[in-house]
T-cell receptor
């Protein structure tokens, strides 16, 4: 069955450092992969989408990579700030780009200390 | 303002008492979905709908029903709630066509079944 693993349940880093979060998937080939941010008790908020033919995508201090050979995506936050503290979820899209059973990883809780 | 609205936000009920959680979106999205979120299990998809009158099971559909009679609304029905349905529920709708899928989430509905 399809499986998504976000390698760390929690990640603690110092303000100003780069946070790197990992998302691995098995038993399917997503046409795209998304990253979301979720604050406690709130709904997830979309951050970035990267397609299978893109190696890297950037948005301000965020960078996402997508390696379809390794079946892995890396999510980087550079110059991290305490306000970046949240849980980050990855969600590989359905094969062929169609919507449908969109599933999420369990998330990595990031804490940025001042 | 583009939004997904869920009601109620908080509900305490008793086993067996039918309830409906409403979800409405004002973005004219065709795709809508329901998730539940539990500690240690992450977001799990209950049902989704690709369009009006088209619904499909997600990963955890048991004990739930949905309907999609009009594009903007996608209610979640618990015919006979049980304590294992105590959870935080999120409704979401999807922008764009195939392969562009940014999900917009509601604020969540915290349900407790006694």
């Amino acid at each position: 069955s399809q499986k998504i693993e976000q390698n760390s349940e929690a990640l603690n880093i110092q303000e100003g450092k780069t946070a790197t979060l990992t998302c691995n998937y098995t038993n399917y080939s997503p046409a795209y992969l998304q990253w979301y941010r979720q604050d406690p008790g709130r709904g997830p908020v979309f951050l970035l989408l990267i397609r299978e033919n893109e190696k890297e995508k950037r948005k301000e201090r965020l960078k996402v990579t997508f390696d379809t050979t390794l079946k892995q995506s890396l999510f980087h936050i550079t110059a991290s700030q305490p306000a970046d503290s949240a849980t980050y979820l990855c969600a590989p899209g359905a094969p062929g780009g169609s919507q449908g059973n969109l599933i999420f990883g369990k998330g990595t809780k990031l804490s940025v200390k001042p | 303002e583009a939004q997904v609205t869920q009601n109620p936000r908080y509900l305490i009920t008793v086993t067996g008492k039918k309830l409906t959680v409403t979800c409405s979106q004002n973005m004219n999205h065709e795709y809508m979905s329901w998730y539940r979120q539990d500690p240690g299990l992450g977001l799990r998809q209950i049902y989704y709908s690709m369009n009006v009158e088209v619904t499909d099971k997600g990963d955890v559909p048991e004990g739930y029903k949905v309907s999609r009679k009009e594009k903007r609304n996608f209610p979640l029905i618990l015919e006979s709630p049980s304590p294992n349905q105590t959870s935080l529920y999120f409704c979401a709708s999807l922008s764009g066509g195939a392969g562009t899928g940014e999900l917009f989430f509601g604020e969540g509905s915290r349900l407790t079944v006694l």
